[in-house]
């Protein structure tokens, strides 16, 4: 087997160091009968060939978004990431090590991470970043959790805007953690009142922008009333690359942001690995999860990094930690440090505006298909239209036609009965043919 | 002004009613260097063995428990802004907080210095 | 107080003492490298961006009101900003990485290669599943596969990591207990486990009861008879557990909990001693996550990302999170929503969208390259490597449980350090020196100056050889009183002992500017 180096004689030899007759012996303590006589009935070793084979084969059975017109979003993104994040982040160094616990010979990773946590809280207006998270929904769920700690409080209220996804995650948790939570509909216009939901015993708003139908949403409003109770503010960012281009929810007042940093950097991948942001204000440094990297000297009196504020994670304050999270997304950070390095302030900012023409560019095109209604009139890069009939049956039939139109409301949610919406990202990918395929498409599938 | 120690490794020093109370030089030195301590609110009831506040090293996080029961008068603040004058004076400025006493009759079970000293003693 | 007693230095005690030098701080390959805040320009780009196609904007007035501040880096500088500080790290293809309880076994390039076919890599979480059955058939599979070898008749594979795998387990246990209208308030956890495990049942409301080790480091079945009554959801327990050793008494154990109507949540990040050699199913396991990253190898990448599928046992299957894997004559497709008869017990969802697509074609290229029997000769030698480090060590250093067979790691403590001023931290330190990377230090708590030994089966006889060798030198040397050697270390790394102490009292964890003050005059301002 090519990945593993003893050869028979090496194991005849070890064991006899070892002082065993057979490997069996050092497996004594497993109880009778556990101890399988052959290995599992699944197939046996198999070449790097057969496996490239085997593999391609199930890849080359699905339609992928670079080979047709693409517009699918609800909170992962296809943006262009440059050649060569991919490949600094195959560099065996950075692949193949481990979480920094030792740092004088962690020092790439850590510097790497304190240049992601400073590029998180600027991009989200915020003060601190942690080193990263799961994924978008699952920092939802923490900071829900850290909002709880820091209000001493436990009730949630859910904007009908949240990811129906995110929602899911966070109402997971808070059943079983049997917090409260208050989750307004599904509100595809953006008319909700958010406000009247906050009151004395409230210990976070969760509030998307752009919002899983792509409206934007102005915080402030939401900000005065929930501080005037003593609520805190959680801002949800599922599309990062928006932050070039709309007000941070940092400047906005809200006092957790949390996100998905998928689109930067990292590829679609069928949903995962992302990579969860986390950003909060100086003062809350101790409830946050997850690492955090700080800025420190060695004994030379040079510049360092290391893991700090550890004793509020799991391997040291174990019952008490401010969450049970271990891994971070370590290489999707690295992923996104690169990709937002190579972009640049300036660079961000023309990749936001390239994506809002897009999608400007589509919503005047979607406003001639005779029966679709457009519902969202202020965007980012995603918006939400009706179509006449059900949005998952036209969804199918254009992907029968090699379109990959958008993401039927239903797919997220079947309870909230929105059949007909269908939500459609256009970032910078998108070419006009793209768009002029997809609006023609809709006239003759619709007509 | 009588001193009296618990086996938690918590000193108290006992004047009237009120009781300073602290974490002893041999828990420090156990400890590490000190990072950050959090400290109870003022006017918080605590009983008897209750975790009354926490402290924190790089690598560990330790609960100071209540040596006796009472409410808590008054924080030591310099704590906040230098943690390190724990490890620096453990049992004079790195005092932790101050509390009135609700039950004189708890100090009867806590070692004096001789008691303590041979404690410790057992203990390595 | 509760008393810790594990305190050790967290500031460098020897302070340099620094080398002769260079002008530039550089040491030839060993190039030094600022913070791209420090180096990069708002202006600068990597990246050619077209024009945008219109200028009109439907943004409402939210436009930022300032641009962010972040600066770039053309593509060259970006390249040697990256590259120089991978040079940084060490990493399992430079050399051992022994670290215990983490696994950090080679990892195939064949694995990252079939993750980036575009089949798996350019697809998205939402479009249709009509479109991608192939990645439908490839979880399908990947789910066939944890099942035979654990011998569990159901999984979950949304769990991102580890932990999220242990929560997403416990989470299941309290919903099996619920539907059957109970609430129970208490986990047991054995004291030797990770950290992990009391944080997940803390998150579920759950009080934690210590359950302590045996002298020979296992845990007693006695010891949880004791413990159990109808207050006891279920026992957490690691196994092989922490120490390297597998749990004589399991069955016991799980046998008993059941009588008492908890759940046996089983940490399965050990899976990698015994793959092919003993299914978990077959030990009354209810619950058991398997962290890929480790036991399949997909890379560790510096701290993840991880993934964390969820094994369960008949009782607990009903109550898997969505999205569940269904496949049958017609193809494979995933449940994502409570249906008629389907998944309606399912407690819930643990992240948005699948999980970890991009771990499970890795995984799956792995286990599709070693099969049944390269695993379990995998297992075989991982087992193997750790007791021939043993027994190359055994006369030096001291074991807390003396010395028995382990599994695929060996633990030491730090009694053969005693009276030599030398501590578990100073002697991974100077391992560093040495070129490798330390062992697990600290951890379990069980064992004093705990230093925990994981070589994997990746590591040749030789290279274990100059491993165990150069241990012997080093506790040689801490024998012999040459101290500097430790408290100096590491002497020969990109950098020397970190401040911990520093970092933690005044946190810097964004980069901040230097205060004008603190900046060198300019001529003009000088003038």
């Known amino acids: ?447 | 002004m009588t001193l009296r120690f618990t086996k938690d490794h918590e000193w108290l020093a006992i004047d009237g009613d009120i009781a300073t109370v602290g974490i002893t030089e041999h828990a420090q030195e156990q400890l590490g260097d000190v990072v950050f301590v959090e400290l109870p609110e003022i006017g918080k009831e605590v009983s008897q063995g209750g975790e009354a506040a926490v402290v924190e090293s790089v690598k560990a996080a330790s609960e100071v428990y209540a040596p006796v029961s009472g409410a808590i008068t008054e924080v030591n603040n310099v704590l906040t802004d230098e943690p390190a004058t724990v490890n620096q004076d453990a049992q004079g400025a790195g005092w932790f907080f101050k509390m009135k006493l609700s039950n004189a009759g708890e100090l009867d079970g806590l070692m004096d210095q001789t008691a303590y000293d041979a404690f410790v003693g057992e203990q390595a | 107080m509760s008393m810790n007693r594990e305190g050790r230095p967290t500031a460098p005690r020897n302070k340099g003492a620094a080398d002769a030098g260079t002008f530039t701080g550089n040491r030839a390959l060993m190039l030094e490298e600022p913070l791209i805040f420090e180096i990069g320009r708002t202006e600068a780009s990597g990246i050619d961006i077209e024009e945008p196609v219109t200028n009109r904007t439907c943004l409402g007035g939210l436009e930022r009101s300032e641009a962010v501040d972040l600066p770039g880096l053309s593509e060259p500088e970006t390249m040697r900003h990256f590259v120089r500080l991978s040079q940084k790290n060490y990493a399992i293809d430079s050399g051992i990485f022994p670290l215990g309880s983490c696994t950090m076994k080679h990892n195939p390039r064949l694995n990252e290669r079939m993750a980036r076919l575009p089949g798996f890599a350019d697809i998205h979480p939402l479009q249709p599943q009509s479109t991608v059955p192939g990645a439908l058939d490839l979880i399908a599979m990947l789910a066939d596969w944890l099942k035979v070898l654990t011998g569990m008749p159901a999984v979950a594979l949304s769990p991102k990591a580890g932990a999220h795998g242990e929560l997403c387990g416990m989470m299941a246990i309290k919903a099996a207990l619920t539907a059957r209208g109970e609430q129970r308030t208490t986990v047991l956890v054995p004291e030797s486990a990770h950290g992990t495990n009391p944080a997940t049942a803390a998150l579920l409301g759950y009080g934690v009861e210590a359950v302590p080790a045996r002298d020979d480091g296992t845990v007693d079945a006695a010891e949880v008879k004791a413990r159990l009554g109808d207050h006891v959801a279920g026992i957490m327990l690691t196994n092989p557990n922490t120490c390297g050793l597998f749990e004589p008494d399991v069955r016991d154990i799980a046998d008993a909990v059941h009588e008492a109507g908890g759940y046996f949540y089983c940490d399965g990040a050990n899976f990698n001693a015994i793959v092919g050699r003993v299914r978990p199913g077959d030990l009354g396991i209810d619950a058991m996550h398997i962290n890929l990253h480790k036991t399949f190898s997909t890379p560790h990448g510096g701290g993840g990302p991880g993934s964390g599928p969820v094994v369960f046992s008949e009782v607990l299957a009903p109550f898997a999170p969505l999205p569940w894997i269904l496949s049958d004559e017609v193809g494979a497709r995933l449940i994502e929503h409570a249906e008629d008869g389907k998944a309606s017990t399912a407690f819930g969802r643990m992240t948005a969208f699948h999980g970890q697509m991009g771990m499970f074609v890795r995984a799956m290229a792995y286990m599709l390259s070693h099969g049944s029997d390269g695993m379990r000769q995998a297992s075989d030698d991982a087992v193997l490597n750790a007791n021939y480090v043993r027994a190359g060590l055994r006369d030096l250093m001291t074991q807390p449980y003396g010395d028995r067979p382990c599994m695929h790691e060996v633990l030491f403590d730090d009694a053969f350090l005693k009276d030599t001023g030398v501590t578990t931290l100073d002697f991974a330190k100077a391992m560093i020196d040495e070129g490798f990377h330390p062992m697990t230090v600290y951890f379990p708590l069980v064992a004093h100056g705990a230093m925990l030994i994981e070589p994997t089966e990746s590591e040749s006889r030789a290279s274990l050889d100059l491993f165990i060798a150069s241990l012997r030198d080093l506790a040689q040397a801490a024998r012999e009183g040459d101290n500097t050697r430790f408290l100096d270390a590491p002497r020969h790394a990109p950098r020397r002992r970190l401040d911990e102490t520093r970092a933690a009292r005044s946190p810097r964890l964004v980069y901040t500017p230097p205060e004008p003050q603190d900046v060198e005059p300019t001529r003009e301002a000088a003038e």
């Open chain 1, 1 to 447: 087997m090519r990945y593993l180096p003893l050869t028979e004689t090496d194991r005849a030899d070890m064991m006899a160091t070892v002082g065993v007759d057979g490997i069996e012996d050092l497996f004594a303590d497993v109880p009778g009968g556990a101890l399988l006589e052959a290995p599992p009935d699944l197939p046996h070793a198999a070449s790097e060939l057969s496996v490239e084979r085997q593999l391609s084969a199930l890849s080359a059975k699905n339609m992928t978004a670079g080979s047709v017109p693409f517009f699918v979003g609800a909170g992962a993104y296809r943006h262009h990431v440059p050649a060569s994040v991919d490949h600094l982040i195959q560099r065996s160094e950075f692949l193949t090590s481990y979480t920094p616990y030792q740092p004088e010979i962690a020092q790439g990773t850590l510097h790497y991470l304190f240049e992601f946590q400073t590029q998180v809280a600027r991009l989200t207006g915020m003060e601190v970043a942690n080193a990263s998270m799961y994924d978008g929904s699952t920092a939802t769920g923490e900071a829900v959790l850290m909002a709880h700690r820091v209000t001493r409080r436990q009730r949630a209220v859910l904007s009908g805007g949240l990811h129906p996804h995110y929602v899911n995650v966070v109402r997971t948790l808070s059943d079983m953690a049997e917090d409260q939570l208050e989750v307004l509909p599904a509100d595809p216009l953006g008319i909700e009142d958010l406000i009247a939901a906050i009151n004395d015993d409230t210990s976070c708003v969760v509030v998307q922008t752009p919002d899983v139908f792509g409206r934007l949403r102005d915080l402030r409003p939401v900000v005065a009333a929930a501080h005037a109770k003593g609520a805190l503010v959680i801002a949800v960012v599922t599309e990062a690359v928006s932050l070039g281009l709309v007000e941070s929810p940092g400047t906005m007042g809200s006092d957790i942001v949390v996100g998905e940093g998928q689109s930067i950097g990292n590829g679609l991948t069928f949903g995962g690995p992302y990579v969860g942001l986390f950003a909060a204000r100086q003062k809350h440094v101790r409830q946050m999860p997850g690492r955090l990297c700080g800025e420190t000297v060695d004994a030379d009196g040079k510049r360092g990094f290391v893991l700090t504020l550890s004793t509020r994670e799991q391997h040291i304050r174990r019952d008490k930690a401010t969450s049970n999270i271990c891994t971070n997304s370590g290489l999707c950070c690295l992923a996104f440090t690169i990709h937002m390095t190579l972009l640049g302030g300036r660079g961000l900012d023309k990749l936001a505006r390239v994506n809002h023409a897009n999608a400007v560019d589509l919503a005047k095109r979607l406003d001639d298909v005779p029966g679709v209604e457009r519902l969202t009139d202020v965007f980012f890069n995603e918006m939400t239209i009706r179509v006449p009939g059900r949005a998952d049956a036209l969804v199918e039939t254009l992907a029968g036609r090699g379109i990959l139109a958008g993401v039927p409301y239903t797919r997220l949610a079947p309870e909230a009965g929105h059949d007909d919406l269908l939500i459609l990202a256009s970032t910078e990918i998108n070419t006009d043919d793209d768009r002029a395929a997809l609006v023609s498409a809709f006239k003759e599938e619709l007509a």
